[in-house]
């Protein structure tokens, strides 16, 4: 069988560029090598989070991927709330840092403002009064849930765009035009994008060795459901995650939060530990993460980890129900300096990976900017600043 474009990998930015072909009448198949998507674009918190992007192409992304989001929720059938998302300060120094970026460049994009602890406690129930200085209120951010997003995608491209899917199918070796399965198996195309994310030691191995990808582990939870009447509203936040997003890199008091972390709790920067929460479709929260990488990653999850997560969590947040029903980790590819890379590894054939943590924010606006680019040249080209 023949396509106009073969994708390897049914995660987001496998379904992205799946979407964004078929919107524009290629033929297109996705392989993928397990019953369904079992990655990263299933064990994160759900949330498309353009407040954590850089002000510049990066957070444009972001914003036109919100667009997609939203697109796509309504098109297939899933939920896509437009949520929001508070950063709460706790302490002067976070505060001082969130009243910097609020007013810079660095938001340029965003619809936010300044909170007080009375407009926070409008805004949700969860956030702990003890010590609460303020915050910042983003109206920007979406949720969804994402192992019914992702199932609910690749069932919409099935039935309306006549995507094929091949599931329980391993790609064991690409060349231009050509894709060859464990079984002997082939299928043909003009072009073909390889987006496995952090399974991508089976094709190319000797690319990603090459952009120094690296390997990022995150320990994540839920809580059983909280009460019927009780809802989160926006994704929540603490001081921790400023230290780890770059949107707030230039704050010129982000040091101190940095440092304050560093000497009294140093066990958080170990294990690259944010706190932060989401509320999935069943009424639980999801909670997180934390961030170990290369060598330091072990296949048993650490009960420190959960521990130490919970314990920052209960410091800004109050919430009706900590009992954990689920505990779980998951693996995504970081590119060590840049966005995320793409590389034309022999004629008509793209590897796209190393989104890190910002899979679910970028992957949709990124994989229509490739099909753009397809679409309007006779050569593949790279986005710039990507390669």
Not at 358 to 383: C, D, P, R, Y
Request: some cysteine.
């Amino acid at each position: 069988m023949h396509y106009d474009l073969i994708v390897i990998g049914a995660g987001i930015a496998g379904l992205g560029h799946a979407w964004a072909a078929a919107k524009q009448g290629h033929s297109v198949a996705v392989f993928e090598t397990n019953a369904r998507a079992e990655g990263a674009s299933i064990r994160n918190f759900g949330m498309v989070w353009p407040v954590g992007q850089p002000a510049g192409p990066q957070r444009a992304l972001a914003l036109r991927s919100r667009t997609l989001w939203r697109e796509l929720g309504a098109a297939a059938g899933f939920p896509v709330h437009s949520c929001g998302s508070i950063h709460l300060a706790h302490h002067d120094d976070e505060l001082a840092v969130l009243q910097e970026f609020a007013p810079s460049p660095a938001a340029d994009g965003l619809d936010i403002e300044l909170v007080t602890p009375e407009q926070i406690a409008r805004l949700t129930p969860a956030a702990n009064p003890n010590s609460l200085k303020g915050g910042l209120y983003s109206h920007t951010e979406l949720r969804v849930t994402p192992p019914i997003a992702v199932s609910s995608i690749a069932a919409h491209l099935a039935d309306a765009h006549n995507v094929q899917f091949h599931f329980d199918t391993p790609i064991t070796k690409v060349e231009s035009g050509l894709v060859l399965s464990s079984q002997g198996e082939s299928w043909t195309a003009d072009r073909i994008v390889i987006a496995s994310g952090a399974y991508f030691q089976h094709l190319f191995p000797e690319i990603h060795r090459e952009e120094r990808l690296l390997l990022c582990k995150l320990q994540m939870l839920l809580t059983e459901p909280q009460p019927a009447d009780w809802q989160l509203g926006p994704h929540i936040a603490s001081g921790l995650t400023l230290r780890h997003y770059p949107s707030f890199r230039d704050c010129p008091s982000l040091s101190a939060v940095k440092e304050r972390f560093a000497n009294d709790s140093p066990q958080l920067d170990r294990f690259g530990i944010h706190v932060m929460a989401s509320q999935a479709d069943g009424g639980g929260l999801i909670l997180g993460d934390s961030h170990e990488y290369g060598d330091d990653i072990e296949p048993t999850d650490k009960a420190e980890i959960d521990a130490l997560m919970l314990a920052e969590l209960q410091k800004i947040m109050q919430v009706p129900n900590w009992n954990i029903a689920r505990r779980w980790h998951g693996l995504y590819a970081k590119h060590p300096s840049k966005m995320c890379f793409v590389r034309e590894v022999c004629p008509e054939v793209l590897v796209v990976n190393g989104f890190g943590g910002n899979g679910m924010t970028l992957s949709l606006a990124f994989s229509e900017s490739i099909i753009h680019h397809w679409k309007n040249s006779a050569q593949w080209e790279v986005l710039h600043g990507t390669n």
